[in-house]
Structure formats: structure tokens, C-alpha cells
């Protein structure tokens, strides 16, 4: 059985600071996506614009080229046969959800020139079915056959709002499978480039993670959302649409921020605590505290 990455997977660095004049104007890729591309030969001026580039675009793009040993460094890649040589063709990836949330999945994927949608897997749609015109192509029972197909990369589409631990499901589920979710950033969406987003992280249209700021796996940032500088985001958290946290704000494993909550500065909120729409948030916040829509905590402030 794979290991769970709801149990500490690799941090992904989002662009880190380098002075490599080697990296192409407008290319926002990771740094282990960089250090394999320099590794096997890839060109970076053949990686796609836009969307982020991590680890795992890259070695789908290299899926059917010859293997490179472990640790062998490629001096010129022009000489070895069958090595990358710039094809552009995106990267299959299956959405495992066709609710509301697969539906926003579904139009950011067709923004990243990068990926191609393999179709959906929900446990609860019927199989030939579409939705927003992708083909369902059965429950979670078809992982397998889609793993030998080639498509290794899925986009965890349960938001999970009300059940967290359905979202968590699903990863689990797609770990078990051998399958890894990639970063998603939309366009309009801004991660600065000190700033880290672990595996599985969903950036939405007009986002803001800031500097220095940390994401953890699963997380969505959700649309309008801002993340400030040094804000650290626990595993599967939930960012509604418009939240706003402020610097150094802390939010714990698989908690809940509703829709247009504030967080003040350097404020924690702890592991499953769920904060209602509108709330303001001026204190810490518990493991698993409940904050109502509207109100400001503490109340006693």
C-alpha cells in the first residue's frame, strides 16, 4: 500500500528564489520540477507558460522515454536517443468528483494548457454520464484500469464542506491507487514566489498566497481569497471564497475558514474548528471550536 501523503508528503517550493538565467521568462515552475528538467534534459522553453510546473508535469511529460539511472546528470541530452525533446502534449489527469467543486476543478483544468481531463470518477454518478461535458467514467473501482492506462495524476474534486473526512477519503484512496494530485493554480490567481504549496493544493481565480507563506496538502484557497505573508495552512484545510487572513495567521489540519471571514494578525486556528460565514476572528480559535456566521470572537472583545 502507498503511504498516506495526508502523512507528511514532500514540500512543493513554488518558484524559489534563484539566479539561474537559464529559467525562461514567465516560467513558474518548482524547485524539484526545475532540478529533474535540468537533470533528464528537458527544454524549459517547450514547458508550458501560465500554469505552474511541478514535478509531476514533468515526468509526465517524459512518460515512454528511456529511464535515467538514479543520480546520473545528462551533460547533453541532444545525444542520448529517444531522450525529451519538446513535446508539448499535456498531461492526462482524471477529477474524482463530479459535484460543485468538479465543476470549478473542470473549467481551472481547462485553463492549464498542461493537463488533458481523462474524465471523471464519481461513486455517485452513473458511468457515461457528463458533467460540464467530461465523460464519467465510473466509480472509484476503475482507478486501477486507468493507472495501467497511463493517467497518474488526479485532482481531488470533494470539497468535503460538510464531511471533511469524505475529502480525506479520497486522497487516501487515490494514494492507495498510486496516483499523485498536482499543484493547481489558476491564471488569475498570485503566488509569490517565496511563498510554498504542498501537493494537492487547488489555488482559485483571483487568489492571493503571500510571501514567505506556507499551504499544506489538500488545502483549497479558494476564489477571492487572501493569504497573507507568513500565514502556515495545515493539511486539507478549507479557505471559502473570500476569506482573509492576515500575516502570520496559523490555520490547523482539515479546518473550515467560511465565506468572507476575517483573521486578525498572527491569530491560530486550531485543527478542525470551523468558522461560519462573515465571522471575525480577533483571538486564537481551539481544536474543533465552532465560530457562528456573523459573529466576532471572542465575544467578549
Same mark, same amino acid.
Given at each position: ?32 520540477? +526545475? ?52 513535446? @508539448? ?34 461513486? $455517485? +454518478? ?89 499551504? $499544506? ?64 476572528? @480577533? ?19
Amino acid at each position: 500500500m502507498a503511504p498516506s501523503p495526508l502523512q507528511g508528503g514532500e514540500e512543493r517550493r513554488v518558484r524559489e528564489e534563484t539566479q539561474d538565467s537559464r529559467i525562461p521568462e514567465g516560467l513558474r515552475i518548482t524547485r524539484p520540477a +526545475l532540478l529533474l528538467a535540468q537533470q533528464v534534459g528537458v527544454d524549459l522553453e517547450a514547458l508550458p507558460r501560465g500554469p505552474l510546473v511541478t514535478e509531476a508535469v514533468v515526468r509526465e511529460m517524459l512518460k515512454g522515454q528511456e529511464p535515467i539511472p538514479p543520480g546520473q546528470a545528462v551533460q547533453d541530452p541532444g545525444q542520448i536517443p529517444g531522450r525529451f525533446t519538446g513535446d @508539448k502534449t499535456p498531461a492526462a489527469v482524471l477529477v474524482y468528483g463530479g459535484g460543485g467543486h468538479g465543476k470549478m476543478v473542470i473549467d481551472l483544468l481547462r485553463l492549464l494548457p498542461a493537463y488533458r481531463i481523462e474524465g471523471v470518477v464519481d461513486d $455517485g +454518478l452513473e458511468a457515461g454520464s457528463q458533467v460540464l461535458g467530461v465523460p464519467v467514467l465510473g466509480g472509484s473501482g476503475c482507478l486501477e484500469a486507468l493507472l495501467h492506462k497511463g493517467v497518474r495524476l488526479a485532482v481531488n474534486a470533494v470539497g468535503g464542506i460538510g464531511n471533511i473526512q469524505s475529502r480525506v477519503a479520497v486522497f487516501e484512496r487515490l494514494a492507495q491507487a498510486g496516483m499523485t494530485c498536482p499543484i493547481l493554480v489558476h491564471p488569475t490567481a498570485f503566488v509569490e514566489a517565496s511563498a510554498a504549496l504542498d501537493e494537492g493544493v487547488q489555488v482559485f481565480h483571483h487568489a492571493y498566497v503571500g510571501s514567505a507563506a506556507r499551504v $499544506g496538502f489538500g488545502t483549497i484557497v479558494n476564489t477571492g481569497v487572501v493569504v497573507a505573508h507568513d500565514c502556515q495552512i495545515g493539511i486539507c484545510a478549507n479557505l471559502s471564497p473570500g476569506a482573509l487572513l492576515a500575516g502570520g495567521v496559523q490555520v490547523g489540519d482539515y479546518a473550515l475558514v467560511g465565506m468572507g471571514v476575517t483573521v486578525n494578525l498572527e491569530v491560530k486556528i486550531g485543527a478542525r474548528a470551523r468558522l461560519g460565514n462573515g465571522a471575525t476572528i @480577533k483571538r486564537d480559535v481551539p481544536d474543533g471550536a465552532v465560530v457562528r456566521a456573523g459573529t466576532i470572537w471572542p465575544s467578549s472583545d
